[in-house]
């Protein structure tokens, strides 16, 4: 997968992009995250510049792929995790399957799990 981590000390930020979008639509905020704690950009599997991957993928195998990267990285956390629209979904699933991997949530105009039991045909 591809990151990027920019800035130092503080709680980790990792930004969650939302369908259709990857890292670097967030570039902006990411720098200036930086400019006060650790920031990650990171592409999901299947977007951006990570590697190219069946689509959809279960949003368990998502936030286990996310736990991997930031491992990987060498990045402890806990982290604040800022999900955009489906980058939601995936940030409350990873603060539900690994509490103690989160120190927050920023929501930005999120999906909802039920949003499917809400759509016209």
């Keep these: 997968m591809a990151a990027h981590r920019m800035g130092v000390d503080g709680v980790p930020v990792v930004w969650l ?19 006060f704690t650790t920031s990650v950009l990171y592409d999901r599997l299947g977007t951006g510049w990570s590697d190219v991957v ?3 993928r279960p949003g368990s195998r998502v936030t286990d792929d996310l736990r991997e990267l930031l491992e ?9 995790l800022v999900g955009h629209s489906l ?3 995936y940030a409350r699933l990873f603060a539900k399957r690994f509490p103690d991997d989160v120190a927050g ?3 930005l105009d999120p999906t909802h799990e039920d ?3 809400f759509l016209a045909r």
């Design 17 to 35: 992009a939302g369908g259709g979008m990857f890292g670097l639509y967030y570039w902006n905020v990411h720098a200036l995250a930086a400019g």
């Design 72 to 80: 990987a990285i060498g990045l402890p956390g806990p982290y604040v």
């Design 105 to 107: 949530l920023v929501l």
């Design 87 to 89: 980058g939601g979904l």
């Design 115 to 117: 949003i499917a039991t």
């Design 54 to 56: 069946d689509l959809p």
